[in-house]
């Protein structure tokens, strides 16, 4: 089923790197631009989360409107997003460092 309507073949367009995250709902790699060679991350969302939950749905809807909207120094850029049969991939702007939570830690 398709979600977003965008159906693209992202190998066409990005190298896929090593893993740099993981969550509950997705994988993030990083990925380079095969033109360009400008560094992207990928999050990978597994479509298997969404069976019979439309919430998640609609929340993950939420979540690229919104990112599709914001131009802030301070929030990841959206710049492309990919839909294969089996997941649903956002490019997003790729930050060098560590997790947030991880810094937070360190800091007390």
Partial sequence: ?????VLQ???CHYDVGNMIGKGNFAKVYEITHAVKK?????KTINKNMFQD???AVLGLHDEINLLRKIRHP???QLYEIFESDNNI??????LN?????DQIKERG
């Fill in 89 to 94: 991939h956002l490019i997003l702007e790729h």
């Fill in 9 to 11: 073949n992202l190998r």
């Fill in 97 to 101: 460092g560590k997790e947030l939570f």
């Fill in 53 to 55: 939950n439309i919430k």
């Fill in 74 to 76: 301070n929030v990841l």
């Fill in 38 to 42: 400008r560094k992207f991350a990928l």
């Fill in 1 to 5: 089923m398709k979600y977003f309507g």
